[in-house]
């Protein structure tokens, strides 16, 4: 069986990547699982100097699902490179630097300064984080902002450049034509959904930041629905995800039309996801005999709901 | 390395309306855990709730020199706590550890002063043992809303530690909180002490303010909202100093146990 999966020039060994702002900068889970197993580890956000990120409470948990509002808390480039690289080169990662920006200068000087550090194997955009003001989503609501962030970013830069896509905008799919339109290799989505949380009975909000991005099982539907708009818009691969727990929502995705998938808030619950994760996808295949997981990549089949659609 | 064990409840004791003691059959967790570790529990395969909860580990369990399993002392707040209240024998309840910086053990001449607020009892029943394979004298300053949720005051006398009890109704102990016979103590000590203390974060910011003010070093276990307990989401961070400002660092790596005087409280 052929897990393996190509998103521009770089191929993933299995489909599975560790989401950003999910999996720390991935050494955090070296002592529990081998790194190298995953088809890639997208890291925490990365802006040129330290953040601090919000105050606490950062998180809430809601209905199958749970609010954050970390605020992109990191320790910046130089010392990515300096302190978690090697590390993860010893470690055999599949390094998706996710990268963000309250400039375009900024993502630009990012995406330089990665380009030259061994062990980094792609960028991942940040333009679509919802918990900070400046920067960042702005230009991630804007077709414009998607296209000269991305255009930009690829004249300085050999690796393969994915933005990732927030929902909070009417059309994701034209967003991900920009992309596109502006070099994008890939687009990876979705990132969380703005929400909010009070506590009636102080009538505070929950979280310091007062709104915070909504993800887990309780979003996968939308998400689910977005990678399929996408997928039509679109000829790049796409990185879908939100809410996968298991095996059977990770090939939700992949037959919507996402090349891989990402996994974020489940490795909280569960650590030792990855493993089962790709067991559940080799049992599918072999019970649905696919050779390669890229021949279920939108394999979707809608032709009977379309003639229902037509008849009623 | 932590392991995930699906651990099946062996016993379930509960203390009053609200208190319970749950042993759990993870022997290699429990073989591993240190003084002051936790593991992230999930009482749930559903997603309601979604994410585990942290624990103290309270005992290491052990039947006939063989660990067995551990406990958790629980207080119903939530719904993980109620699920853990009612759990019964032969449940099956997946935990994570064990996880996070345990206590540093002190060795005599110094003396180890435990100082717990409620459920912060938690971490002490492994501390004690660890204080006592190092024949270091152990007082344990335990305070508690009222006098029947002290518990395990008998465990703990049987293994020589010293009790100094307090409750907020005057019900049994001295009247008030814990951090009132601490500071009377310090103040008439010359020995070499070393705090240890667990419970609400204000009877830790208190703890931390006595044993500056009587110079005396501490070492805090907190408890802050936690999503993975691994470092993954930066949800459990608390400020530390850092010179001349703060920097917010994971509770769930660089603690739950810090040295008092690195804290920032807000």
């Known amino acids: ?312 | 390395m932590p392991l995930d064990v699906e651990a099946r409840v062996i016993q379930n004791t509960r203390l009053s309306p609200d208190y319970n003691v749950i042993t759990l059959a993870a022997p290699e967790i429990a073989a591993a855990t240190r003084p002051g570790q936790f593991v992230m529990v999930r009482s749930s395969h559903g997603s309601d709730p979604l994410l585990r909860r942290p624990f103290s580990v309270f005992e290491i369990v052990r039947s006939g020199g063989t660990v067995t399993g551990l406990s958790l002392l629980s207080k119903r707040i939530g719904v993980t706590t109620r699920l853990l209240f009612d759990a019964v024998e032969g449940d099956v309840i997946s935990c994570l550890g064990p996880l996070g910086r345990p206590f540093d053990a002190v060795s005599p001449p110094a003396e180890a002063w435990m100082v717990a607020g409620g459920v912060g009892l938690a971490p002490f029943a492994t501390l004690t043992e660890a204080l006592q394979e190092r024949g270091t004298a152990t007082t344990l300053f335990y305070g508690a809303r009222t006098g029947g949720e002290l518990f395990h005051l008998d465990w703990f006398a049987a293994r020589g530690v010293r009790l100094v009890l307090s409750t907020e109704d005057g019900s049994k102990g001295e009247r008030g909180r814990v951090t009132g016979p601490l500071e009377q103590a310090l103040r008439q000590t010359s020995g070499e002490i070393m705090i240890y203390a667990c419970g609400p974060e204000k009877m830790l910011e208190a703890v931390s303010h006595v044993a500056g003010k009587y110079k005396t070093p501490a070492q805090v276990s907190v408890e802050r909202v936690m999503g993975c307990g691994m470092g993954g989401c930066y949800s459990c961070v608390i400020p530390v100093r850092e010179g001349s400002g703060q920097h917010y660092v994971r509770s769930c790596l660089a603690g739950p146990v810090f040295t008092a005087a690195d804290l920032v409280w807000d």
Not at chain 1, 101 to 122: N, W
Not at chain 1, 204 to 230: D, Q
Not at chain 1, 231 to 260: H, Q, S, W, Y
Request: charged share 20%; net charge neutral; with cysteine.
């Open chain 1, 1 to 312: 069986m052929d897990l393996s999966v190509d998103i521009g020039s770089l191929r993933l060994s299995n489909p599975l990547i560790a989401a950003s702002g999910c999996y720390g900068y991935g050494v955090e889970y070296a002592d529990a699982v081998d790194l190298s197993t995953l088809g890639a580890i997208a890291s925490k956000g990365l802006f040129l100097k330290p953040r601090e990120g919000h105050p606490p409470q950062r998180i809430v948990e809601t209905p199958s699902g749970m609010l954050n509002a970390i605020g992109l808390q990191g320790i910046g480039v130089h010392r990515y490179i300096a302190e978690k690289l090697p590390e993860l080169r010893r470690l055999r990662a599949t390094n998706i630097v996710n990268i963000c920006g309250v400039t375009l200068d900024e993502y630009v000087e990012l995406a330089r300064i990665l380009s030259d550090a061994e062990g980094v194997h792609a960028l991942e955009i940040n333009i679509s984080c919802p918990n900070i003001k400046e920067g960042g989503i702005t230009f991630g609501c804007s077709l414009h902002g998607t296209f000269d962030v991305v255009s930009a970013v690829k004249k300085v830069t050999h690796l393969p450049v994915i933005p990732k896509l927030t929902p909070n905008v009417t059309d994701v799919a034209s967003i991900a034509k920009a992309a596109e339109d502006a070099g994008a290799d890939a687009v990876s989505l979705v990132n969380t959904f703005l929400a909010m949380a009070i506590d009636v009975e102080t009538r505070r909000p929950k979280l310091s930041n007062i709104v915070g991005g909504l993800s887990g099982p309780a979003i996968r539907p939308i998400a689910v629905r977005m990678v399929y708009e996408c997928r039509r818009m679109v000829k790049v691969p796409i990185i879908g995800m939100g809410g996968i727990a298991n095996a059977a929502d990770a090939l939700e995705f992949i037959i919507a039309g996402a090349t891989a998938v990402q996994v974020g808030t489940a490795n909280f619950v569960d650590p030792f996801i990855w493993s089962k994760l790709t067991a559940g996808i080799e049992d599918y295949m072999r019970r649905h005999k696919v050779a390669r997981i890229a021949d279920l990549v939108g394999s979707i089949d809608t032709s009977t709901r379309e003639k229902e659609w037509v008849s009623s």
